[in-house]
């Protein structure tokens, strides 16, 4: 629609609405894009007034001409017009792994110009207005298509100057022939603008990224602080647990020496290494840790036989999964002793564990 109504008409380098001149072809117009006579079609109710090229030809420009020329002549006769908003987030991570934010937000407000410079080519690039003010430029695109114009806007990126974009391609027919409405998308309605590239907003947010940067440096040197902290902490928790081990080894050798001596001095009788053997040693340590031990003894989780209750390891194996339990045992366990074997499982677990003991347990056999 846009392509075959055209709002402006143009006559004698001047633009005019289709309701300001006569009606048809006595309009004296020329289409804005091709220059080819117009028909202005601005008669009947229904009709929202436009002008049609008078000869069918392939021409597109008629209405993205006429509305551009007819933006940039507005902001060149009020030089002002509303800068759009600008809301940006700023962002710096520390090495601690924290995201430091900061928003940014500059509102719309009007900005009047010294001068206004209409199409202008800077560096290949068509510039449909420049804003001059003191030693400042503001560069503005009328966009007229719905489709993003990457390249220039690339292009405009790369120049050292403020540039924004009105986009006019939403405009209806009778938006743009109310001469008020027009001027307010035009000049004012903070929706049909965009930076494209703007300066003061750079500034702004180098300004909050060197306080972002700043506050990150200090948050990172005390993060160092702690990492380093945390390292020695490790270190000597390490160092603590390494001294604690050897310790433990070297109770376990004495104590492994402790044994072969101890068996040494036992009369060498054959060790009955049958589960039902080993049931009758079990029962004996019990009986002697209720007899001679206060009913406490440490059980040892390889051989399952009791040593006495200060004992840091078992005195009778040297099974390699040997841990010590501390049990308290109910003093009556005499009168169940033999039941109680005859249907445990530690017997077996025992010989299983450790077949062979160091040191036979200095007992009375039951
Ligand atoms: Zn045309
Ligand atoms: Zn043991």
Redesign the pocket.
Known sequence: MHETKIPFGERDGILFRAHEVENGLRCGCVCPGCQQPLNAANNGEKVIPHFRHAKSNDCFDGFREGVRRAAVALIAQHKQLMLPALIETVRVATQGGRLLEKKIELQPVVTTADSVERFVDLDGLRCHAVLHQSDRQLIIRIKLSARTEYERYRQLEALEHSSMEIALHNLTLEQINDPASFERAVLYDPATRRWIRSMRGEKLMAIVGEKLESLASELNAQWHFEQLKREVAEKARQLALDEEKAKLQLALDEHRAHQLQKASEQPPIDQDNTVKGRAALIAGTMLKAVQAWGAKAIE?S??H?LSPPESQF?L??D?QT?KVNQVVLSPDIIWTLGKRMRCSAKPEMSVKA?PQLIVRPDIELV
């Open positions: 040892c390889a051989c036989l078992c009778y194996c099974s040997s450790a």
